[in-house]
């Protein structure tokens, strides 16, 4: 179109008999982002695999219901239909409200009315909302199913208790300031701030008991104050959720026809809905499935609530939320990007993929005297000219020529301002990301997520009707409103996997069938010994996997307990700079002290500070920042543990396949019966020494990934609620807060306000202040350390487990095999030997057919000859003893030292700055 800005007239009406009316957009046939994955012929493999398990399934027919192999057989050919897929890949949309999330979410899925808007003035997502894939509405019509899963007991006990204080706190707060030591000056905190937590919490706790007078009924400071009411809230949510018929674990469902059928369900538990019980803070997310062709190409969108919630526990539960997706879309509206310190930090904790709103004012356009702009201007001013000419020449009767010419020159106009427009969007999200580009870079280049410019608004309207005229077409095409790459940002992630589960499927699982149908039709292939075999294996396997955990978490215990002491000579400078900067808030005057034990640490914005400075501040992040240091030098010191854990761990399964060769050669079996079991175990095209290697190599990873993540909670990384400070300050800036020495008894007859005994509510405070942060048995850091180390050893253990059980279920997998080689046990029927004769009879067909299946993939990359897995056939040249996991890992270390002294000593700056560049990269 930039093109014909400076056509004449006459050649824009040539041009536009050229041009077709647009037609309703169909996201259907979007193309994929360009992959291996996209271009698989995948209909014809899913075809193809259908056909390849039912010829098995017609060949079959009706066997003997005894013959457990022809059973087996056909459980297999079943399964080999359906390529099995790996857990969705979770992304979350992040961002203020009001930043067009929800919107930008139904035009994701090209469906209006799929998320909550905040078109009603609410918020519009006030619970984290999930969406599924729901698989089997591809086939048939299209379900809408919906589950609404509420917070467990620990989070709503944590979440009542923050509620029920901020109404106290505005109801009866002067209750608590009524102190000799409250120096008269000090000015009233922000009481807009104050009612609002007021209000949410009240909107709560009156939805809770149904109605506002029922709830203050219920209601009163000294019942707030025993904590009798926050038990009180608990009963009154088993009692509001029985209208939302959950089961036993306290999740309700739903199902529409439609999406507004389901969210017309759902919507209260989303956000509140005027005359209806609305539950909406207690729920810890709310599930959406439905068919839809990107959630399945492996997909789960989250839409989370808008960041900077009022209510803590909100905030917290939403950085859990985050802490366990893959990835980020950070959202956020261009009329404010720029200075928007919200979006630029979230952006920077995210640091994966970023979606914006792209629009412009009208009144934007028309100020601009630079090219093109300036030939826009003069171009629309001439055609609006010509159009004024033909409505003042009233006294000639206007005839065909005219309308057309009106029609003409309108749509030259309406073209002029859309190009105006697309120039002046274009240009900005040019200047908006080499801004925010430059705000985010870091050391290097690859820091810089993907920057897309969106316009959810305007990709809509090209769903809204079948046919558009020239003059109505939204101002900017499909492509340009970045609908498109947005979806292609984010299926180009899921890609690889996606692909991955198809070469499993098709080399590995379906071959895995045609091996089953050999063994089955081959009699000379069930001869004794399988069985003694796969026994003695499972007690090999018994007998050292056992151990080799006990090992594994003992090492991993050991690291952890190393890395801490590292910090024993820290702990008495850094709990000293504690206790100074405790000192430093008990010079806070009362109502900026009180204030901040209110808000869990938050003080915001004020004038009550006394000699501090007025700008906000957070006593979380404070104590955060003394502990930096220690957390930092724990991470490294830990990481340095690590480093050579994958190397322990090649050693130990370089034993445990020792050992396993040693109890085939032991084995009672013939000859033939072990080779082929010696061969199925390591010289497979997949061994299974190799497939413990590659989960132990992903266990060592997934540690590392848990320290930074330790590390980051620990540190209170880019101000995250979720965090270490916070796990430990939360219950004691309460317990501070409510803390009050006895009064004094009231003169009678004369009405004055409480009196405290001595030292005054005040300094009261403040000595349970200090109590807590170093009156203690266990002082501050000591505890935090502490604290940290427990979860880091709790998650490393839960860690371990999972993939320990990984290795069980590997190994099962091979005793497994052994054990299908078996003798029968049962005689074979005649007509089970005449379903043989025909599977053999087919067994060529189902080879040939696999076989034009695989050459559907592109050519698989050869191994690399170190990363072969024919590495364990000479077996006999393993010099491999019975040491323990400990003391293979203590010999690794050993040999490792003398050569890492020296690189440390010397190059001390540079590896500095390696780590620091790797932080930011990862």
Not at 531 to 560: C, H, L, N, Y
């Amino acid at each position: 179109m930039a093109s014909l800005l400076f056509a004449t007239l006459e050649e824009f009406n040539a041009w536009l008999k050229t041009q077709k009316p647009p037609k309703r957009y169909n996201a259907a046939i979007e193309d994929m982002p360009d992959t291996p994955w996209s271009r698989l012929p995948r209909a014809i493999i899913d075809t193809r695999l259908k056909e390849f398990g039912q010829r098995i399934i017609v060949c079959l027919g009706k066997f003997p219901y005894d013959d457990k192999e022809l059973d087996h057989v056909e459980k297999a050919a079943q399964s080999v239909s359906q390529v099995k897929r790996s857990p969705a890949m979770q992304v979350a949309f992040i961002g203020s409200q009001a930043a067009g999330k929800s919107t930008l979410l139904c035009a994701f899925f090209s469906l209006e009315g799929a998320s909550p808007t905040g078109a009603s003035g609410k918020a519009c997502t006030s619970t984290a909302i999930r969406y599924k894939n729901y698989a089997e509405g591809k086939d048939g019509p299209t379900k809408f199913h919906g589950q609404t899963r509420f917070l467990k007991t620990k989070k709503l006990e944590a979440m009542f208790k923050e509620l029920c204080r901020h109404y106290y706190y505005f109801h009866h707060a002067e209750e608590d300031s009524e102190d000799e030591d409250d120096p008269e000056s000090e000015e009233a905190p922000d009481q807009s701030k104050l009612e609002a937590l007021k209000d949410t919490a009240e909107d709560i706790l009156v939805a809770l008991w149904g109605s506002k007078q029922s709830f203050l009924e219920s209601w009163s400071p000294s019942v707030f104050k025993s904590g009798a009411f926050v038990r009180l809230c608990q009963l009154k949510f088993k009692e509001a959720i029985e209208f939302a018929n959950v089961d036993s674990d306290s999740i309700a469902y739903m199902m529409g026809s439609d999406q507004h059928q389901l969210l017309s369900q759902m919507i209260r538990f989303m956000s509140q809905v005027e005359g209806e019980k609305c539950l909406w803070p207690l729920v810890d997310h709310v599930m959406i499935s439905f068919y839809n062709q990107w959630l399945e190409q492996g997909l789960e969108l989250i839409d989370l609530p808008g960041c900077g919630d009022s209510n803590r526990q909100r905030a917290r539960h939403a950085d859990e939320i985050r802490d366990s997706v893959q990835v980020e879309v950070v959202v956020c509206n261009t009329a404010r990007i720029e200075s928007d310190e919200m979006f630029i930090q979230q952006a920077r904790t995210a640091i994966n993929l970023h979606g914006a709103a792209n629009s412009i004012s009208d009144n934007q356009q028309g100020q601009d005297d630079r090219e093109p702009y300036r030939t826009i201007n003069r171009l629309v001013r001439e055609t609006q000219e010509m159009l004024a000419s033909i409505d003042d020449d009233e006294d000639e009767e206007e005839n065909f020529a005219q309308v057309m010419k009106r029609n003409q020159l309108e749509k030259r106009l309406s073209h002029l301002k859309r190009c105006d427009k697309q120039h002046r969007v274009a240009e900005r999200a040019q200047r908006l990301s080499r801004t925010i580009g430059e705000k985010l870079q870091g050391r290097s280049a690859s820091t810089l997520p993907p920057l897309i410019h969106t316009s959810a608004a305007q990709y809509m309207e090209w769903l809204e009707k079948p046919k558009f005229t020239f003059k109505d077409q939204p101002d900017f095409s499909v492509e340009e409103t970045g609908i498109p790459q947005l979806r292609r940002e984010l299926l180009a992630l899921t890609a690889p996997q996606n692909m991955q589960d198809y070469e499993n499927h098709v080399f590995i699982t379906a071959p895995a069938v045609i091996e089953k149908i050999i063994r089955t039709v081959r009699e000379d292939i069930h001869e004794g010994g399988f069985v003694t075999i796969a026994d003695a294996f499972e007690v090999v396997g018994q007998k050292f996997m056992v151990p080799w955990k006990t090992g594994v978490v003992e090492v991993f215990r050991d690291s952890s307990d190393k890395s801490m002491k590292k910090l024993r000579a820290d702990i008495p400078a850094l709990q000293n700079r504690i206790n100074m900067k405790v000192e430093e808030w008990c010079k806070l005057k009362f109502a900026a002290f009180n204030r901040a034990m209110k808000g869990k640490g938050v003080l915001p914005d004020g004038k009550s500070y006394a000699k501090s400075p007025q700008t906000g501040r957070n006593l979380d992040k404070e104590l955060s920042d003394i502990l930096t240091p220690g957390i930092s030098k724990w991470a490294n010191t830990h990481a340095s543990f690590m480093a050579h854990m994958e190397e322990a761990f090649c050693k130990a399964i370089d034993q445990l396949h020792r050992r396993v060769i040693n109890e085939l050669d032991d084995a009672g079996g013939n000859m033939v019966t072990v080779e082929k079991a010696k061969t199925k175990w390591h010289n497979d095209k997949n061994s299974y020494p190799e497939k413990i290697k590659t989960d132990m190599m992903v266990l060592v990873t997934d540690v590392q990934r848990l320290t930074k993540r330790a590390s980051d909670w620990a540190i209170m990384k880019d101000g995250r609620e979720n965090n270490l400070v916070g796990s430990i300050t939360n219950e004691w800036y309460d317990d501070i807060h409510d803390a009050a020495p006895k009064l004094k008894p009231p003169v009678p007859g004369r009405k004055q306000k409480k009196v405290y005994e001595k030292p005054g509510r005040f300094q009261f405070q403040k000595n349970r202040m200090k109590s807590h942060f170093s009156g203690s048995k266990v002082q501050f850091v000591e505890h935090a350390f502490q604290k940290l180390q427990a979860k880091f050893d709790r998650d490393t253990e839960a860690l371990v487990d999972k993939h320990f059980e990984i290795i069980n279920d590997i190994l099962s997998e091979f005793a497994e095999h052994l054990r299908g080689r078996k003798m029968l046990d049962y005689q074979i029927s005649e007509h089970g030997r005449a379903i043989r004769a025909d599977l053999k009879e087919l067994l060529p067909h189902l080879q040939d057919e696999l076989h034009q299946i695989q050459s559907l993939f592109p050519q698989r990359v050869k191994e690399e000859d170190g990363a072969s897995p024919s590495k364990f056939a000479n077996y006999a040249d393993l010099n491999v003893d019975d040491a323990t996991f400990p003391e293979i890992y203590d010999r690794v270390m050993k040999s490792k030292k003398p050569a890492q002294v020296p690189k440390r000593s010397t190059k001390r700056d540079d590896d500095s700055k390696t780590k620091r560049m790797r932080i930011e990269q990862s």
